[in-house]
Nanobody
Framework: VQLQASGGGLVQAGGSLRLSCAAS????????MGWFRQAPGKEREFVAA????????HYADSVKGRFTISRDNAKNTVSLQMNSLKPGDTAVYYC??????????????????????WGQGTQVTVSS
């Protein structure tokens, strides 16, 4: 699976952005998809994830209620709608794919080591 993230940019605090991740490969629909981010000088952190079917979603507490992850398996895409953006959301955002099957827990969705494929990242900058 190859992943290409897009949609980043510069936005004022309170604004919105929509990130997209396009995947190649016929097996996209079998992978859980996640978004992670890394700010300068900080470790990569989990943002949001969605199961292969779209039936379950998972969010970091810091973005819950502001961000929404979704996927379209027919188009091999996963999106992250980001509303009410804050300067603390400034980071490079990465999409990633994980083969989690029918795993029904929360833990592995949030762990970067569970993800097999990574996109190149897209910069999101939120100005105050």
């Amino acid at each position: 699976v190859q992943l290409q993230a897009s949609g980043g940019g510069l936005v004022q605090a309170g604004g919105s952005l929509r990130l997209s991740c396009a995947a190649s490969g016929r097996t996209f629909s079998s992978y859980a998809m996640g978004w992670f981010r890394q700010a300068p000088g900080k470790e990569r952190e989990f943002v949001a994830a969605i199961s292969w079917s779209g039936g379950s979603t998972h969010y970091a507490d810091s973005v819950k209620g502001r961000f929404t992850i979704s996927r379209d398996n027919a188009k091999n895409t996963v999106s992250l709608q980001m509303n009410s953006l804050k300067p603390g959301d400034t980071a490079v955002y990465y999409c990633a794919a994980a083969n989690l099957g029918d795993y029904s827990g929360n833990y592995y969705y949030r762990e970067s080591v569970a993800y097999d494929y990574w996109g190149q990242g897209t910069q999101v900058t939120v100005s105050s």
